[in-house]
């Protein structure tokens, strides 16, 4: 289990939480990215850099149904120059009830959702495998129209945010990401493993709350316990003044350092996230920025840049990753 943390919905459709029909449609998402990691040779007092990145290649597919967003498709080994070369990877299927998402469904997990008048209420993640019990659940707190907080309960021994079908459906889901814990795999390893040996069951709680500044969230607090030992991250978040694709979308957070924004269904785009984490005693900080080129006021493509370097000065990284959209 890798660690993360999930999100659902924005209050902001007047039909409410769960109806996604956007005046621009999103057809099709490409993907490119760059990675720079650089070090200090002391020997000849010289840095060396190593570079790596991925030309344009289509990453999603989606199928609307009217007005409804009936499926996407995820590709995988994929390059848009060689027809031949785009591979499925996993679909993800939705359900309605009228205009409202009731069911999501993936290769191998589906989550239902649960409705308390025009506000989402609950929603559960199940493996197809073991339908009997879920894998987790997030209940949601309201204030005046807008979700102010989530808890989320999963089980240590069952569930893998990691797991490569996991990851495409709660993409789908959620659509976004948090900074992540550097340490948390290893760590969150090890408590699985001494809650195997002892052949209890654990869960960890993660309540996730959320601040807003109009209809844009401006602040994110997760505090999340594991067996005892506590980890936190506050992020902080400024937008710009277009519209956003995914606003009214199911989204969320799968790993951290894959695209996204902890943000997405908000009315704007985030254009910088400031986040603090602190775990195991250890705190880092970390900003990540993001810049747009437009058609009127919707985004056509999306950038994150990420600067890292290390504590000593030896080593530095540099990375950006574009999302590109296609409307109908």
Known sequence: MAMAALILFAACSK????????????????????????????????????????????????????????????????????????????????????KRVTRAEGNDEYITFAYDGKEVKSAVLFDKEHPESPEAQFDFEHKDGKIVKINITIEDDGFDFAKSSTVHLEKVLFRNILPEFDKAEEAVAKINTAVQKSGAKAQTTIPIELTWSGDNVSEVTVKMTLLGMVATSNNKYTYDNKNNPYQNYLFGMVNVMDDGTMTIFCKNNVTKIFAEESFFGMTETEEVNYTYTYDGDWPVSQTQIRTYEDEDGESKEYSTVTNYFEYK
């Open 15 to 98: 039909d409410g939480e769960g109806v996604y029909n956007p005046k621009k449609k999103i057809a099709n998402l490409y993907q490119s990215s760059m990675y720079v990691y650089s070090w200090h040779d002391e020997v000849n007092d010289q840095w060396i850099a190593d570079t790596s990145s991925e030309a344009k290649t289509l990453v999603e597919s989606w199928t609307w149904d009217g007005k409804k967003l009936a499926k996407i498709t995820f590709y995988e080994h994929r390059n848009v120059t060689e027809k031949d070369d785009v591979e499925v990877y996993d679909v993800v299927n939705f359900t309605y009830d009228g």
